[in-house]
């Protein structure tokens, strides 16, 4: 894959990724040592809420899409890291063996005032599971660098 | 036990300090956030940020638990529907100290569930040299406090 910089962002470009696999062993994992909270490491405790049985953290959820996108095209990029995320919205519990699928879709691409060697790309994410429902969406930043000269 | 009614606007809240562990920023960055100024230490030095950082995923897990280990038995809080304005402001890097500071900004009862109410946090995260890092505006869902019935 060729290194993706600023300038090489298209508005509406779209990237799928996935379909990325849900363990119970590996919700139960991230649960113990960062979310710790009953419904997210027991199927007793996640049946005696309207969840219904075990689900994930929702951080362990966008930990999961990270993934996805720095395998998808942030590992081959001027990845300079985010500024930051908006309107992060867990709809839907990721439960144990769910197959996750990420659709990014860039939304606007701003040359940094500040700094001419870099910019923002800020884009919408929607993450599916294997029934097609939508579980998670959000709005993401990227800094990246630009192709040097 | 805190109740959607107990919910303090304006109250701020403080949790414990916790040190970012070099082993676990590796861990979680192989695992999660594996760009190399996460995971690989030389290569860092030559990135914008001068040296390793934690990935900003693994300082927000790290907050996560701080508040879960704060709040957890205490309150009746019954998950979160998601978060506005996450911004990382400064570097998180290995054996940095950091806390977090959350204040209610706004409880709305829920229309539709009537046992439930909605607070907004302000979580605002800081380093060792009290220099913000973090901060987002989460979304917790909260139980009323059960009516008791009057007996007939």
Known sequence: MKKRYFEDFQLNETITMGPRHVTRDEIIAFATRYDPQPFHLDDAAGRATPFGGLVASGWHTIAMCMRMMVDGWIGQSASMGSPGIDQLRWLKPVRPDDDLTLTMIVRTIVPSKSKPDRGIVKSDYELKNALGEVVMTFSGMGLYGRRPS | ?152
């Open chain 2, 1 to 152: 036990m805190k109740y959607f009614e107990d919910v303090e606007i304006g109250a701020v809240l403080e949790t414990a300090t916790h040190t970012m562990d070099r082993e676990e920023i590796l861990g979680f960055a192989q695992a999660f956030d594996p760009q190399y100024f996460h995971t690989d230490e030389d290569a860092a030095k030559t990135s914008i940020y001068g040296g390793l950082i934690a990935s900003g995923w693994h300082t927000a897990a790290c907050v996560m638990r701080l508040l879960v280990d704060q709040f957890k038995g205490k309150t009746a809080s019954v998950g979160s529907p998601g978060f506005d304005d996450l911004r990382w402001l400064k570097p998180v890097r290995p054996g940095d100290k950091i806390y977090a500071r959350s204040v209610c900004i706004e409880k709305t009862p829920s229309r539709s569930k009537p046992n439930l109410g909605t607070v907004r946090m302000r979580t605002d995260v800081f380093n060792q040299k009290d220099e913000l890092v973090m901060h987002m505006t989460s979304i917790v869902l909260y139980l009323r406090r059960p009516v008791k019935s009057t007996g007939g």
